[in-house]
């Protein structure tokens, strides 16, 4: 109501504002990847945090013949293994949330303060479990490339013909290349350059690259000059090919099954209780490794120049 005579005025938008529902997202985390890895991996369960590969010391060790003749003798063999098989330990992974009382109490409406703030932590340790399992140099799969595995780019850029030798080094059975998104997409300039652009699948409902029928899947862990997001253009990195599952000989993941606690295989969540200033805490802890079961598991590229689409102009 206004006097007579007075100017007309309207409630204001920000005052207005004040009485509205705001419809509100959860927190959004550009951290999170889809951390194919951990996701193409076949995993296996581990007792007491360990796992022994044994092997076999020579792989031509027995001595076959076909048909023999009546007068001569079939040789005698055996396979020999190795007296002392490496053992992978699983690796911890751990993070510590506290949350205060009072917060989770007053402020867990629409979304549970607690919960959010353990899901954050958890994708965290995800993220980390994922760069652990490429670059850890104990189990990462970088570190573990046998020498006569890795090979040199030809030129720099990812081509063809370097991913043709990766699959002349893991030729039975390859499951997929591992690369550094800005790996990957020099790869598909330099195919276009020669006029063969790569084919493409759906897995996940993501659209990846392929070369030779063998998807190319992007992680921003193979680090480009050291950085997993990079601000600048250029720079080296490395591409992985991967044979996985034990049933295949090739590289598994580790963890360890029924944790207190457990969320998700290998990655439980504790309550640690209450400090004296009402703080909770929660022990966010994930156990994992990786083993490479035979050499020709896994092969490398180093050297791989990313460049930028002007170079190629």
């Known amino acids: 109501m206004t ?3 007075s100017p007309q005025h309207t409630l204001g938008e920000a005052a207005a504002f004040q009485l509205a529902n705001v419809t509100k997202t959860a927190p959004q985390y550009g951290a999170i990847t889809p951390r194919w890895l951990v996701r193409l991996l076949d995993w296996k369960p581990v007792e007491a945090g360990t796992l022994r590969l044994n092997r076999v010391v020579d792989d031509k060790s027995v001595e076959v013949v076909c048909e023999p003749k009546p007068e001569s003798s079939i040789p005698a ?9 490496r053992e992978y330990t699983l690796n911890s992974i751990s993070s510590v949330l506290q949350v205060a009382t009072k917060v989770s109490d007053l402020y867990s409406n629409p979304f549970d303060q607690v919960a959010e703030q353990l899901r954050l932590t958890i994708e965290t340790v995800k993220e980390r479990q994922e760069g652990e399992l490429i670059n850890n140099s104990g189990y990462g799969l970088l570190h573990n490339v046998p020498a006569s595995q890795r090979i040199k780019t030809r ?4 081509t063809p013909d370097d991913l043709d030798e990766l699959l002349s080094k893991v030729w039975k059975e390859p499951s997929f290349f591992l690369a550094h998104p800005r790996a990957i997409a020099a790869f598909g300039r ?8 790569p084919p493409t699948i759906t897995l996940f409902g993501t659209p990846l690259l392929t070369w030779r029928g063998v998807p190319l899947v ?4 193979l680090l480009v000059d050291g950085q997993s997001n990079p601000t600048e253009p250029g720079g080296s990195t490395s591409i992985l090919l991967l044979r996985v599952g034990e049933k295949k000989q090739g590289v598994i993941g580790l963890y360890q099954p029924g944790l207190p606690g457990e969320q998700t295989p290998g990655l439980s969540v504790r309550f640690m209780g209450l400090d004296q200033r009402a703080i909770a805490s929660y022990l966010v802890a994930l156990y994992c490794s990786a083993a490479v079961l035979v050499d020709d598991a896994i092969a490398a590229l180093e050297g791989v120049e990313v460049g930028t689409y002007h170079d190629y102009k």
Not at 77 to 83: G, L, Q, S
Not at 190 to 197: A, D, F, W
Not at 218 to 221: A, D, F, M, R, S
């Open 190 to 197: 330099e195919c276009t350059r020669r006029g063969v652009p």
């Open 155 to 158: 030129k720099g850029a990812p």
């Open 3 to 5: 006097a007579k005579g």
């Open 77 to 85: 063999a055996f396979v020999d293994y190795e007296e002392k098989p």
């Open 218 to 221: 992007p992680t921003n862990k």
